[in-house]
């Protein structure tokens, strides 16, 4: 069965410090994976994507993830964070089924927190 | 528009009444999702169309939820006989082909009293 845990639900960070939020999937076949940011009362925007090929990819906003096929996790970084990244992130697992859909499976969320 | 718009924005209704809840895809989006969002829970898949078909409806909770996209556009989520369980944000998406990323609308934040 398909599915995204999310084990952190809130992360505090300093602005300018790094930052790791954490992703862990099960699905059955190649997954594509995703990273979603979701402010409040919006909808979600993509961050990045895995399809295949370079398993570090390059995202908006200066973000980036590593996939790991042995780990199972794609987890999201960032250098350096900035107040503007205060935000819910959702990390999504899909993968085209019987009828071609790319149905997502989503986490839980990690809610970040930005300090000055 | 450039991006996926759905309407209303938020809707009160009481509980047993019908709701409908309205998305415009992005232009030439194939390819259009519906997904329940409970609060401090991340989206959960209701049903996908490609075009007018609705090829999957799986994730629909029971029989009083329909969606329909008589054109291959727009299309409509019915929730008939409200109950308070139905209190959620509902999430529409496109994408242009189904294995392309899917972009969201802003949701239609539904509260059942």
């Known amino acids: 069965a398909q599915s995204v845990t999310q084990p952190d639900i809130h992360i505090t960070v300093s602005e300018g410090a790094s930052l790791e939020l954490r992703c862990n999937y099960s699905?059955?076949?190649?997954?594509?994976l995703f990273w979603y940011v979701q402010s409040p009362g919006q909808g979600l925007q993509l961050l990045l994507k895995y399809f295949s090929g370079d398993t570090l990819v390059q995202g908006i906003k200066g973000f980036e993830a590593e996939f790991k096929r042995s780990q199972s996790s794609f987890n999201l970084r960032k250098p350096s964070v900035h107040w503007s990244d205060a935000a819910e992130y959702f990390c999504?697992?899909?993968?085209?089924?019987?009828?071609?859909?790319?149905?997502?499976?989503f986490g839980t969320g990690t809610r970040l927190t930005v300090i000055p | 528009g450039a991006g996926v718009s759905q309407s209303p924005r938020y809707k009160v209704a009481k509980r047993g009444q019908d709701v409908a809840l309205r998305c415009d895809p992005i232009?030439?989006?194939?390819?259009l999702f519906w997904y329940q969002q409970a609060l401090g829970q991340g989206p959960e898949f209701l049903t996908y169309f490609q075009n007018e078909a609705q090829l999957d409806k799986s994730g629909l909770p029971s029989d009083r939820f329909f969606a329909e996209r008589p054109e291959g556009s727009v299309s409509t989520l019915k929730i008939q006989r409200t109950q308070q369980e139905d209190s959620a944000v509902y999430l529409c998406?496109?994408?242009?082909?189904?294995?392309?990323?899917?972009?969201f609308g802003d949701g239609t934040r539904l509260s059942i009293l």
């Open positions: 699905y059955g076949a190649t997954p594509y």
């Open positions: 999504a697992v899909g993968g085209l089924d019987q009828t071609g859909a790319n149905n997502l499976f």
């Open positions: 998406a496109s994408s242009i082909m189904s294995n392309q990323p899917q972009h």
């Open positions: 232009s030439g989006h194939v390819s």
